[in-house]
T-cell receptor, first 114, second 113 residues
Framework: NAGVTQTPKFQVLKTGQSMTLQCAQD?????MYWYRQDPGMGLRLIYY???????DKGEVPNGYNVSRLNKREFSLRLESAAPSQTSVYFC????FGAGANVLTFGAGSRLTVL | GESVGLHLPTLSVQEGDNSIINCAYS??????FIWYKQESGKGPQFIID?????DKRQGQRVTVLLNKTVKHLSLQIAATQPGDSAVYFC????????????FGAGTTVTVRA
């Protein structure tokens, strides 16, 4: 199983450009999440989707939008990138039953905004 | 949610020794805590979790201790191996059934041969 797949792995943007980070999971999980990780800090929740068709804000949603395209895919969009959005972005999904309390993370997408 | 913090940013351990990683949390209402391991260039990986109605839980070579009186969480790794070198994060669930995690800043563990 691939688990959680994120694309792209690396991206460099200029201030004001837009882009979308893609995330897909093949574990039939209901819940999906987007986190950002900055140096010396823990992960911070940007947005999450408890189930297909629903999305909610996390701790740091400003400057981002999300789309839960279907059960497998959850994308994160930066409409007008800013240097403060330079970070490593992680997508995660959460299962149910015995796996309900375990977040499975992707490998990350490193974004640099110049 | 309130932040979850770790006491020390780095920990150097001799191979074969036991490691203890500490974490202080501030939200007394938190009822669920998790430890994650993150290796370089990878996403965090679940290690072990504990609910607030427990004070100890053991896994394979790992033990998590929870002291609610002083809001302290620790991760013990027995017989530390080179593969244990990583950044370790504690996290608390502040979102109830929505399962929104607040992560600490992390402790970097380096295992000396």
């Amino acid at each position: 199983n691939a688990g959680v797949t994120q694309t792209p792995k690396f991206q460099v943007l200029k201030t004001g450009q837009s882009m979308t980070l893609q995330c897909a999971q093949d574990m039939n999980h209901n819940s999906m999440y987007w986190y950002r990780q900055d140096p010396g800090m823990g992960l911070r929740l940007i947005y999450y989707s408890a189930s297909e068709g629903t999305t909610d804000k996390g701790e740091v949603p400003n400057g981002y939008n999300v789309s839960r395209l279907n059960k497998r895919e959850f994308s994160l969009r930066l409409e007008s990138a800013a240097p403060s959005q330079t970070s490593v972005y992680f997508c995660a999904s959460r299962g149910f039953g015995a796996g309900a309390n375990v977040l499975t993370f992707g490998a990350g997408s490193r974004l640099t905004v110049l | 949610g309130e932040s979850v913090g770790l006491h020390l940013p780095t920990l150097s351990v001799q191979e074969g020794d036991n490691s203890i990683i500490n974490c202080a949390y501030s939200n007394s209402a938190s009822d669920y805590f998790i430890w994650y391991k993150q290796e370089s260039g990878k996403g965090p990986q679940f290690i072990i979790d504990i609910r607030s109605n427990m004070d100890k839980r053991q896994g394979q070579r790992v033990t998590v201790l929870l002291n609610k009186t002083v809001k302290h969480l620790s991760l013990q790794i027995a017989a530390t191996q080179p593969g244990d070198s990583a950044v370790y994060f504690c996290a608390e669930n502040y979102g109830g059934n929505d399962y929104k995690l607040s992560f600490g800043a992390g402790t970097t563990v380096t295992v000396r041969a």
